[in-house]
């Protein structure tokens, strides 16, 4: 079959809800991806973050395959000899005390919010009916119908309705905002360090402190969206050791099952996860022993082969070759570590894309974040070569748009 079949069979069978580049993948290593024909084409999206350790890696690949000759899933009601070591190897890492797992990083974002209500009636005196969490425009926490109830993009929400209630939007990067918006029954704040999806939005130094500091202030749950940010993304382990400062729940996913498994979790205090008894909430899959075995190796490269370090080194790298194109379009760039956005001037109704496809057709897989922006976050494992060979191709189409 060539890649139109292909196309044509995920066309016909699949639902519409994603407009992918016009490539078949069919085999993966590291930084690289195949289509089906063998062409090659370097990973600058890395599955939005979910690869950051590169794709099959073959410590992670090993783990998997060790553990599939095992146990793969045993469910909550028996307890497995995978979910223990990876919770405590996880909570070293986040330097937080306790974790629960779940699978997808909307999961995550469902499971910290029951925790900020259930606190918030519980700990607080918040009356059951009542209580708000208080989120950013712009935000992207994920697809259930809770989370998109409190988007504010028209193309995720619109249309699904009736709406949850209990959630309070204030503009990103404006923490005046936040503490004039609190009020008796306000619960949590829930935010992203960099907002990915709205286009790499790097907020203010000073953000997350003054955040931390309100929380504390007005006894107010900081709840950290580190999904796309966490693990070594950003040139630290989680963005927020860039403010040197602590949240009070923490989601994770994405990089966290290493490229290879949905894994998520939310890691807090024991104190705050204390608020879930048995029975409370759960997941069938959440914590299974191939989830664990996975992702214990996913923590485990992503800390031996020091990738946060690589990260802003490799980014900083990055960014001082794509300031060195020379191209009209070019408006922005915005980064952190391998975190990099590249705005571009684009008139009523334009998107980039274009400039997408002309990356796919040069060899570069890079997706657009919102309309005017492109992202490259590669794998971290990526090296200097392999920026300088994804550089030519980006430079070439970008002087060419
Ligand atoms: C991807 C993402 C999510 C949702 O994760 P899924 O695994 O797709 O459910 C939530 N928050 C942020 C910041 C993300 O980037």
Redesign the pocket.
């Known amino acids: 079959m060539s890649a139109k079949d292909y196309i044509e069979l995920e066309q016909t069978y699949g639902a519409h809800n994603y407009h992918p580049l016009p490539v078949v993948i069919s085999k993966a290593e590291g930084v690289w991806v195949w289509d089906a024909d063998g062409k090659r084409y370097i990973d600058m999206l890395s599955s939005?973050s979910a690869i950051n350790q590169g794709h099959l890696h073959p410590r992670i690949v090993r783990a998997a395959v060790d553990q599939l000759d095992r146990v793969s899933l045993t469910s909550r009601a028996f307890s497995n000899d995978r979910m223990g070591p990876f919770l405590k190897k996880l909570c070293e890492v986040s330097g937080m005390e306790m974790a629960l797992p779940m699978n997808?990083?909307?999961e995550a974002?469902e499971t910290a919010i029951k925790l900020a209500r259930r606190w918030g009636h519980q700990r607080k005196g918040i009356p059951e009916d009542m209580g708000d969490i208080i989120v950013c425009e712009n935000n992207?926490?994920?697809?259930t119908s809770t989370i998109i109830s409190f988007s504010s993009d028209a193309g995720s929400r619109s249309g699904f309705g009736p709406y949850t209630p209990g959630f309070v939007t204030i503009p990103y990067d404006d923490a005046a905002a936040f503490e004039s918006s609190i009020g008796e029954n306000t619960m949590a704040i829930l935010v992203?360090p960099i907002q990915?999806?709205a286009g790499i939005n790097v907020p203010s130094p000073g953000y997350l402190k003054e955040l931390r500091r309100i929380c504390d202030e007005k006894d107010i749950l900081l709840i950290l969206?580190e999904?796309?940010t966490g693990f070594a993304r950003t040139g630290k382990m989680f963005a927020f050791e860039h403010e040197g400062i602590k949240p009070d729940v923490l989601c994770v996913?994405?990089a966290l099952g290493g490229g290879l498994y949905?894994v998520?979790a939310v890691v807090s205090s024991r104190e705050l996860l204390s608020v879930f008894t048995p029975g409370s909430h759960g997941s069938t899959f959440g914590g299974n022993p191939l989830a664990s075995a996975i992702a214990s190796a996913a923590l485990d490269v992503l800390l031996d082969e020091n990738l946060a370090e690589r990260s802003a080194e490799m980014g900083a790298y990055f960014v001082t070759k794509l300031n060195e194109i020379d191209s009209r379009k070019m408006k922005e760039i915005r980064a952190k570590g391998l975190l990099i956005g590249v705005e571009f001037h684009l008139g009523e109704g334009e998107t980039v894309r274009p400039v997408c496809q002309k990356l796919m057709e040069e060899g570069v897989l890079a997706k657009d974040t919102h309309e005017k922006t492109v992202r490259f976050a590669p794998p971290l494992t990526i090296t200097k070569e392999e920026i300088d060979w994804a550089m030519e191709r980006i430079a070439r189409v970008l002087k060419g748009s």
């Open positions: 939005y997808t990083g909307a974002v992207f926490h994920g697809r992203e990915g999806e969206d999904i796309q996913g994405k949905p998520s």
